[in-house]
């Protein structure tokens, strides 16, 4: 299993017969070398309404034909677009191509802010977490303020393996935040996001690193350019 950082908070985790695309923020993300139209998803999901988020979902879904995961209110937006979405809310889970996929929260506004009349409600922002037929947790924890629930329900109750968290500060969690989410929920494996797309959420990641070796030196930081891709390890085998 692997996962490429597409720049921003846009992801591919891709298995050996499945691709699943996380905010798809491509075409209008200056730091996402990837063309759009090589990718190919199986799944796509949204965590939440924002432009720099939604990015290319529109003409991805109409080319590709994915299983399009998001929040109700979303959903119903994409519907009325033509598009075919799987309605979700904080708490629930789905299964798509035997991956359970779980949406949890985020704290963070979800208006759909790229309409031409003023921005129209999107909703409650979200998470995804990810179970793979491996038992593999992949948690991607989307837009997001530091909040307890970190600790006592993500961090105790569903474990993440390998965690992607944005520490790009003004709009969610800062470095010295992000680092303190990740703490509590003590993945194998956290790879920062969200940071260094546009001049007001410029961060040296060296920093988030720094502060996780502080606060727990067992977690394995994963520092990653645009367009690179992580090998996940079996971590069945490290048991």
Not at 45 to 52: A, E, K, N
Request: aromatic share 8%.
């Amino acid at each position: 299993m692997e996962i490429k950082w597409l720049g921003h908070s846009a992801f591919e985790i891709i298995t050996s017969d499945t691709t699943i695309l996380i905010d798809p923020f491509i075409s209008n993300n200056p730091v996402c070398s990837t063309p759009v139209e090589e990718l190919n998803p199986d799944i796509i999901c949204l965590t939440h309404g924002h432009s720099d988020h939604f990015g290319d979902l529109l003409e991805l879904a109409e080319v590709n034909n994915p299983v399009v995961v998001t929040n109700a209110e979303l959903a119903v937006f994409l519907q009325k677009q033509g598009i075919e979405a799987v309605s979700m809310n904080i708490g629930g889970s789905i299964s798509v191509r035997d991956i359970r996929i779980t949406m949890l929260d985020a704290k963070h506004s979800s208006d759909i802010d790229f309409v031409e009349e003023n921005c129209i409600p999107g909703g409650s922002a979200a998470s995804f977490l990810f179970t793979f037929e491996d038992g593999t947790k992949i948690y991607h924890a989307g837009d997001t303020g530091l909040y307890s629930d970190m600790e006592n329900i993500i961090g105790r109750i569903y474990k993440p393996d390998v965690l992607m968290v944005p520490i790009g500060d003004k709009f969610t969690m800062g470095p010295f935040e992000g680092a303190l989410a990740t703490h509590w929920m003590s993945p194998k494996v956290v790879i920062p996001m969200h940071y260094n797309t546009f001049p007001a959420i410029e961060q040296d990641p060296v920093v988030f690193s720094n502060f996780v070796k502080q606060l727990n030196p067992s977690i394995d930081v994963v520092i990653m350019n645009p367009g690179e891709t992580y090998e996940v390890p079996d971590f069945n085998d490290e048991d």
